[in-house]
């Protein structure tokens, strides 16, 4: 009697041939993505291809020692496709002592067939076994499917427990030759159905990989724009948005980030499950990972079969960089490995790089804002303290240089009584010198610190300065008021209203200058919850050149000074040509929410 059918060889070849393809697929996604669950499942695939071309070769020479040896290989094809499960599902790591599960199938077969001899005791058993972890696989599947509603993950979990109720026919129906060749072809649609499972998987990885991605290495900015209070927390809030993007990971119940001190990891900030950890109740295991990610700079990803208390699942750890600060790795904990199974460690390290590198630059930006508010309150009591001095001595020149004058007037007036007629015109002549010099003093006085703006406010204060303006300059100058507190209230500060009323000073010498202009229009108005102090001239303006400097920070020393002053106080000044000719210069500020 014949071993082997034509037909029966045909269909184990083609059988090996269809594993064979699958393994070798699943052997270039293992060298493209480095991920342990495509090497197991083409190893376990591999072990399938042997154990057919063990039966091949048995059906044409009939050497029972190749029985021993389908046997054994079919028993680790069980086992692969068990711990391939098991290493996408949970990250199992190898131990050593899985061997022993390796030697119990080929010490059985031995026993069977060579000091038994006996088909059905070594057939049945690993029939049972092929039939029970292939049906563990697929409930570790289907496990993973319940976690994640991963609908691949349910398709293999379904293939996988249907083949092992196809595997529990071979000692009844196959091996007596019933069914032949046809199992051979049911086997090749279990393979080529799971094979589809595993292609849905990597689909479901890289939808997976994309979206953790998107999720971490998307635009990390400071909530709000650098300056002012809200700038000193921009790596606060760099490291909240980033933790806060981990948590919307599938699985993801927690994130922390984790800086180096001298003996391992310190707490940063943490999210989720991590809030409630400190430096010293960080897991063993995610410590652990941090410091080994810390040492090595490589992302770590690894799951524990079974957590101890306080332990996660799943651990994934990506180093940040250094930046200007600490070492810093990023700690994400789940119940899921998917959000990073998908990615390789380069991938990781890239997204930890670009993470790292918003980290740094939000660093950056709080040292800036801090400098620029430094810089504005050193500038801010510079210009306090010139208004001060110049307050000081205008108080000087008018208390006492002043009074000197008029005592001299007084006492040149008495020496003129007791003085011949003839001497009379000579004392005119030093009284009159005497008034000039009184004049220049008031002068001098008013320009240091109007004493208008400090008595009655600033509405007054710009009526007095345009009025003089329009005294020496001889241009038509018009001044209006709109839409101002009828009350005695004052919406600007101290410091606004004297960096307004300079504004205005240096804004109408400029005009008188260098404009060329016969009609300035001043108007200061109040509104939407900003002063503004416009001033219109017909003059010959200023080229756009000028203009563009002036935005940029540069220009015209005055000009410059005037947003300089302005800018210290809280406000801002814009420049722009007029409809016709001439410049507007427009310097606003904000209202206080409290009266000034």
């Not at 067939?113 to 029970?132: E, K, S, T």
């Not at 250094?322 to 959000?339: F, K, S, W």
């Not at 006492?411 to 007791?418: A, I, S, T, Y």
Request: net charge neutral; with cysteine.
């Amino acid at each position: 009697m014949e071993l082997y059918s034509i037909g029966e060889l045909g269909a184990a070849l083609l059988q090996a041939v269809v594993t064979g393809g699958l393994a070798a697929l699943l052997v270039r996604l293992w060298r493209r993505n480095q991920k342990a669950h495509f090497r197991w499942w083409a190893v376990a695939l591999g072990a399938r291809v042997l154990s057919i071309a063990a039966i091949i070769t048995f059906m044409l020479t009939g050497a029972s020692w190749l029985l021993f040896v389908h046997q054994v290989f079919i028993a680790w094809t069980a086992l692969g496709f068990l711990y391939a499960a098991e290493v996408f599902s949970r990250q199992l790591a190898w131990k050593r002592w899985y061997l022993l599960l390796l030697a119990v199938p080929a010490a059985w077969a031995y026993v069977a067939i060579f000091v038994l001899d006996h088909f059905a005791l070594a057939a049945g058993p690993a029939v049972l076994f092929l039939a029970l972890a292939t049906l563990w696989a697929g409930v570790v599947f289907w496990r993973y499917r319940e976690r994640t509603r991963s609908p691949a993950a349910g398709f293999l979990a379904m293939v996988l427990m249907l083949w092992a109720a196809h595997h529990l026919d071979y000692p009844l129906l196959r091996a007596r030759g019933a069914w032949n060749p046809w199992g051979y072809y049911v086997d090749i649609l279990f393979v080529l159905a799971m094979g589809a499972g595993i292609l849905l998987l990597v689909i479901e990885e890289q939808r997976e990989g994309l979206v953790t991605l998107t999720a971490l290495s998307g635009d990390l900015r400071p909530r709000e724009d650098m300056g002012g209070p809200a700038a000193g927390t921009a790596s606060a809030d760099t490291r909240d948005a980033l933790l806060a993007r981990s948590l919307g990971l599938r699985g993801v119940r927690g994130a922390a980030l984790l800086g180096a001190r001298a003996d391992g990891v310190e707490l940063v900030r943490g999210v989720g499950d991590c809030a409630a950890w400190t430096t010293n109740s960080i897991p063993a295991s995610v410590r652990a990972l941090g410091a080994d990610v810390l040492a090595t700079g490589r992302a770590r990803l690894e799951g524990e079969p079974r957590p101890r208390a306080g332990s996660p699942p799943f651990t994934a750890v990506l180093p940040l960089g250094t930046g200007p600060g600490q070492p810093m790795v990023l700690a994400i904990v789940g119940d899921v490995a998917a959000p990073f199974a998908a990615l390789d460690d380069g991938i990781l390290g890239v997204v930890g790089e670009q993470v790292g590198s918003a980290l740094e630059r939000a660093e950056l930006m709080r040292r800036l804002a801090r400098r620029s508010e430094d810089l504005e309150r050193l500038s801010m009591r510079m210009l306090r303290e010139h208004e001060d001095q110049r307050h000081r001595l205008g108080r000087e020149l008018h208390d006492e240089t002043a009074q000197v004058f008029s005592a001299l007037k007084l006492q040149l007036g008495l020496v003129k009584e007791d003085a011949p007629a003839a001497l009379h015109s000579r004392f005119d002549r030093l009284v009159e010198w005497v008034d000039r010099g009184s004049r220049s003093i008031r002068n001098a006085t008013e320009g240091l610190r109007p004493a208008v703006l400090d008595d009655l406010g600033l509405i007054p204060a710009l009526r007095a300065l345009v009025g003089d303006v329009r005294e020496w300059s001889g241009i038509e100058i018009a001044l209006e008021v709109a839409e101002w507190p009828a009350d005695s209230r004052r919406p600007l500060s101290a410091d606004a209203e004297v960096a307004l009323f300079r504004a205005l000073q240096e804004a109408l010498s400029n005009v008188a200058r260098h404009a060329g202009a016969t009609k300035v229009h001043v108007r200061l108005s109040i509104s939407d919850g900003l002063v503004r102090l416009r001033v219109e001239d017909d003059g010959v303006g200023l080229p756009t050149r000028e203009l563009s400097r002036f935005a940029t920070g540069a220009g015209r020393s005055g000009l410059f000074g005037m947003q300089e002053r302005i800018a210290a106080a809280g406000g801002g000044v814009r420049l722009s040509p007029a409809p016709d000719h001439g410049l507007i210069v427009e310097a606003s500020f904000p209202v206080p929410t409290s009266p000034a």
